[in-house]
């Protein structure tokens, strides 16, 4: 492959990474060098403007290169001399050193897993407080922006099928009860004396964690294309999303789908921790609302996506964003009830 040849001496071995669902991505070994690199092939499809990501992983590793407890791999230049390459046919490949004996894993297997993970998230925004925000690309332009999400919402309604509309019909009813959420939000952004824009990985899962392959301790976050300006529900209410729900979105066993309060308990916590003294106090008295927003979002961008006629989510079947709208939306009211259970 010319592009591995690109950013190593010597003859390339290739060796296909899976898992990813953005990129096409490798790990490259040299016979003329120790150092082995991760390869990547961008997604120009989904990021238009890749040499943005360049500019943000390099200000990243520039503000955390040589701080205590956080390791971020540096880029490896190509031979160009740029911290990347076009082949023949304007594909962007871009490589990262390769961080020995370290490995990941998909899905934390207990509660203490989930706390590692949001303990580490949380690490890498407070360990960027010094970068000014303006220097960051929006490599996705109001990425949860949650008012921009739920005027799409009801754009699509007017423009869906009668057919889609029908099968929607309780999910888009469930969701407009629920528009107190976009309120708060737009409250949120009204506020930035009180609701504070930080450095946000808007990825966060324990997948995207280095983990070490002795102490199994977190190393640092990887896969940083969506690093960008955000706000404090972003990363912790993803990771609440995800981790703290008892199957996934693509599940279609309703009376399964369940909030683990240990797993809730550990992400918050370890958040918490992570951030320090760094969350205001607005944003401590309102930490459960986090979840709440991002699995509200999710099930909005869903449902919009079904009404759209599916052309943002890839399906295996022709209902399966109406059932993964439906799924976030249960699991919304099951996090409604234990965030109301345990407030009291």
């Known amino acids: 492959m010319e592009a591995a040849r690109q950013f190593g001496k010597g003859r390339p071995e290739i060796q296909v990474l899976k898992g990813g669902l953005i ?17 990547q092939c961008i997604n120009q499809t989904m990021f238009h403007h890749p040499e943005d990501i360049i500019h943000n992983y390099q200000l990243v590793y520039e503000a955390v290169h040589g701080k205590e407890g956080i390791t971020i791999p540096p880029i490896i230049p190509a031979r160009n001399g740029k911290l990347y390459w076009l082949d023949a046919d304007g594909q962007f490949w871009r490589a990262i050193r390769f961080v020995s004996n370290s490995y990941t894993a998909l899905v934390p297997q207990d509660a203490a897993a989930a706390r590692l993970t949001a303990n580490c998230f949380a690490n890498f925004t407070s360990a ?33 099928s009668q057919n889609r509309l029908l099968t929607g019909t309780h999910v888009i009813a469930e969701l407009r009860q629920r528009h107190h959420l976009v309120e708060f939000y ?13 450095v946000m990985h808007h ?45 996934d979105e693509n599940s279609t066993d309703w009376e399964a789908i369940a909030i683990r309060p240990d797993f809730y308990e550990a992400i918050v916590e370890g958040y918490r921790c992570g951030m320090g003294d760094q969350l205001t106090s607005e944003e401590k008295e309102n930490i459960h609302q986090a979840g709440l927003i991002m699995v509200y979002m999710q099930s909005l961008r869903f449902i919009t996506d079904h009404l759209n006629n599916d052309v943002y989510y890839q399906i295996s079947y022709p209902e399966q964003n109406l059932n993964r709208a439906l799924n976030q939306l249960l699991l919304l009211e099951k996090l409604e009830e234990y965030i109301s259970v345990t407030s009291n």
């Open 23 to 39: 990129h096409h991505t490798y790990k490259v070994s040299y016979d003329e060098q120790e150092e082995q690199v991760v390869l």
């Open 128 to 160: 960027l407080a010094s970068v000014e925000l303006n220097q960051l690309r929006p490599v996705i332009p109001r990425f949860h922006d949650l008012a921009m999400r739920y005027d799409q919402f009801e754009k699509a309604i007017l423009t869906a």
């Open 186 to 198: 737009n409250e949120i952004v009204r506020r930035p004396d009180l609701y504070w824009q930080r």
């Open 203 to 247: 990825d966060c899962k324990l997948s995207n964690i280095l983990l070490d392959v002795n102490t199994h301790q977190a190393i640092c976050p990887v896969d940083l294309d969506t690093v960008m300006p955000g706000l404090y529900f972003s990363d912790l209410g993803d990771m609440i999303r995800s981790m703290a729900c008892s199957v």
